[in-house]
């Protein structure tokens, strides 16, 4: 028998909403959790998980190549799209189901449809025509991708959930964006042997991360064949026969089988019922939370990507953890925002924690002390590929603490978790260099940078 009353209702079946209602059963509270399309949300159904597990396929061709200059006859390799696509989507299923068993063995009740609020203490399920009283409602209904801005005939494009639903590889791609699911997919879609364009609107790819990760990723990707127009814009798109058509804003007009938008998501807090209880949304559609996750309703919260303040799934997670320990663990629990390690699964690919180079001088000046390496990776130097790894170390030099560390090169992404074990314990660069290297190894840089690139003395930022 279903609940009309419970401690705590979820809506949002994501990563910090499933977190949020597991850990709040968990200190005993009665919960419900409604979700209007798939149990695990955007990161397991159609953002990281599926986005990685592309990755992974999009990596062999390099690896085919690559196995022949070792010596490997591999014959002619060919991309069966479909089983890639069924095995990809299998895995998804398998991961939507264990969401469903740990919501169920926590104990909370699931409802597999739209959830509105009413009234600050009240949900209602438009579909079934429930209606549950809640002590405390937490809003995770997370971030939907946009068409930013619109276009002519903008509706022949996909987003980044379309890629998940394509029956076949383009031949060829036009990818939108600067962002890193814009980079991440050109990057895929290349690797799987599709012809691809990635247009920007500024003149840089990765706005916000270190300008030597923009610059190297700037530099590899023409080099892989990828081919980028920065500072264009989309015009406008029609459809010609099998073939979309795309205007630029150079004039250029590209054939082209497919067009990926990825210029931007929005908080998916439309329609809730927010403006019921008086809580206004920012611009964008963001609610605004204070650091317990709290509304400007008392029974009211929200985590995760709708308060579009860190948008990735740790963060989700952490918010809703630290949410139920907050409102039913008895612990108040803030989440700290401040230093968040991330990887860019582009090809070559990235991992980056803390200061830039350019926010370190802007909060820091001329005491910043830059450690740079940027070095042909030993597995090219038999396979001939034209490719760079960098390295680079923002100190702070009065102090000597590691203020950041940017990675651009294989295993980027797995490299700069411990980077930011290091640095979150304050780590100096005399901490760094008294760690031993492991040899051979790419990461072994990290340890043994000893001469810094630029000097107060020497630099000049743009
Ligand atoms: P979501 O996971 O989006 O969950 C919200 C859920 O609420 C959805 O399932 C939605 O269907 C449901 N919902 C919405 N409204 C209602 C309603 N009214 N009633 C019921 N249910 C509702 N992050 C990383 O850390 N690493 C990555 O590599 C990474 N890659 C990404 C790649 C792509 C292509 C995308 C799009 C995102 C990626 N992200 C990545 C971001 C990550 O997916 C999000 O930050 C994370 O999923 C946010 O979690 P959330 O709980 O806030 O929202």
């Given amino acids: 028998m279903a609940r009309d009353e419970v401690d705590l209702f979820v809506i949002g079946g994501g990563s910090g909403g499933v977190r949020a209602a597991r850990i709040a059963a968990g200190h005993g509270a009665r919960v419900a959790l409604a979700e209007e399309y798939r149990l695990g949300g955007t990161c397991v159904i159609r953002g990281c998980v599926p986005k990685k597990l592309m990755v992974y396929a999009s990596r062999f061709s390099d690896e085919f190549e690559d196995a022949r200059r070792f010596g490997w006859d591999v014959g002619e390799p060919r991309l069966d799209w479909s089983i890639l696509k069924r095995n990809r989507d299998a895995e998804i299923a398998r991961l939507e189901t264990i969401y469903g068993s740990l919501l169920h063995t926590a104990g909370v009740e699931t409802h597999h449809e739209r959830a509105l609020i009413e009234d600050a203490g009240t949900v209602v399920l438009p579909g079934s025509g429930r209606r549950i009283k809640a002590g405390h409602i937490l809003i995770a209904v997370g971030a939907t991708p946009t068409l930013d801005p619109p276009i002519d005939g903008g509706e022949l494009a996909m987003t980044s959930n379309g890629v998940f639903d394509l029956e076949r590889r383009p031949d060829r791609i036009l990818v939108i964006g600067g962002g890193y699911i814009a980079v991440e997919f050109a990057g895929v879609f290349a690797g799987l042997g599709s012809e691809t364009t990635l247009l920007h609107r500024g003149d840089k790819l990765l706005r916000g991360f270190d300008e030597d990760l923009r610059d190297g990723l700037g530099e590899a990707y023409p080099k892989r064949g990828i081919a980028l127009a920065l500072g264009t814009t989309l015009e406008r798109i029609e459809r010609a026969g099998e073939v979309l058509r795309a205007t630029l804003s150079d004039g250029r007009v590209l054939e082209v089988d497919d067009i990926l938008v990825a210029t931007g998501r929005r908080p998916h807090s439309g329609g809730l019922g927010l403006e019921r209880v008086g809580i206004e949304t920012d611009e964008i559609g963001a609610v605004p939370v204070d650091v317990y996750s709290r509304t400007s309703v008392p029974t009211i919260s929200a985590v995760g990507d709708v308060t579009n303040r860190a948008n990735l799934t740790p963060i989700a997670i952490r918010e809703g953890h630290a949410f139920a320990d907050t409102v039913f663990g008895g612990k108040p629990t803030a989440v700290d925002h401040g230093l968040i390690p991330t990887g860019v699964f582009s090809t070559p690919e990235i991992g980056t924690v803390g200061m830039s180079e350019v926010a370190a001088r802007a909060r820091h000046g001329d005491d910043v002390v830059i450690y740079k390496a940027s070095f042909r990776p030993m597995k090219a130097t038999i396979t001939g590929r034209d490719e760079r790894t960098m390295m680079k170390i923002v100190v702070d030099g009065p102090t000597d603490r590691v203020l950041g560390v940017h990675l651009l090169g294989h295993d980027a992404g797995e490299i ?16 760094f260099d008294r760690t031993v290297a492991v040899h051979p ?12 690139f630029v000097t107060k003395k020497s630099v000049a930022v743009g």
């Avoid at 700069?416 to 660069?429: P, S």
């Avoid at 190894?441 to 810094?452: A, F, G, I, K």
């Fill in 416 to 431: 700069i978790q411990l980077a930011a074990v290091a640095l979150g314990m304050g780590a100096t660069k005399a901490d």
């Fill in 441 to 452: 190894t790419s990461s072994e840089e990290l340890v043994t940078l000893r001469t810094p």
